[in-house]
């Protein structure tokens, strides 16, 4: 009797944390997974709320990899969305004209691309493609890895009389720039208190003008070795990371940081017309590592 009374114990504990263990359902986003119960599977949005909570969020498909069902049904997602490491990734950068698409992301400000034919017998397909090239450059540069396009401008040639000038074509673009990944804050000053750093590249985009332009800006001391500097004047505001140098010569007083690694990282400064990346690395890199290793030969 005994023993009977321990087996059905038993099968109760057991049955009790089964049901703990599959009662809420597991959202895979790509930062991770999270517990929730999934209310709604929608074309473009997952609604879902937390668990003991009445509150539903919805976030886009493209941010989520994988939900597993209480059930233990799963159901897998591919998402557009990448990775953007700043201006060497701008091809990347994920266009839409979906607001569902971009539900969930964190807004980047606002972005503007404009290009324009060299003659009036300039491509209207050419122009385009560099006015989109120069936009997703913008977003890349200011840290992000999605597009919301709010407005599309084209302007076909148009060729002039005996009393009227020609126009060239001429494409423009509007959107709001948004990112899928959080800047790890604990990472960035972890990087910048334990590293010296070296002023390696300068990227500038400007609005006006054909494309991005890369510049090395690599300093070398008198005895040949690459110029290192430290960075102590860090503030946070807005889940965002301010630095501040008098060895990087900038307008701006602060500049944000947009991108960390092991090895590199990305200062932003931006203006109405302008944005400028500061490519900074450390020991870790292969770069530094390769101008360091570099003997000089006096005359």
Known sequence: ??????????????????????ENDVIYFIEGPVEALVKEVGTDLIKYSYPNENAIYSVSKHQVTKIKFSSGREETFHSPIKSV????????????YNPNDVQGLIPMGDLYSKATGVTVLSSINSVKNRAMDKLKAEAAMVGANVVLIGNLYQRGNTYGGENQ????????????????????????IEFLETYEVHHYQTHTLNRNAWSPEKEVATKLDKDHKPILFTIDQI??????LYVSTPDIRSKTKELQVIYVADDHMILMERNNQKVINYLLINENNEHLQALNRRRYVGY
């Open 1 to 22: 009797m005994i023993r009977s009374g321990l087996l059905i114990i038993t099968f109760f504990l057991s049955f009790g944390i089964v049901s703990a263990q599959t």
């Open 85 to 96: 490491n700043g201006l060497k990734d701008s091809e990347n950068v994920y266009i839409t």
């Open 165 to 188: 000038a020609g126009n060239s074509t001429q494409t423009s673009f509007s959107g709001t720039a948004f990112s899928s990944e959080k800047l790890d804050m604990e990472q960035a």
């Open 235 to 240: 503030r946070e505001e807005d889940n965002k």
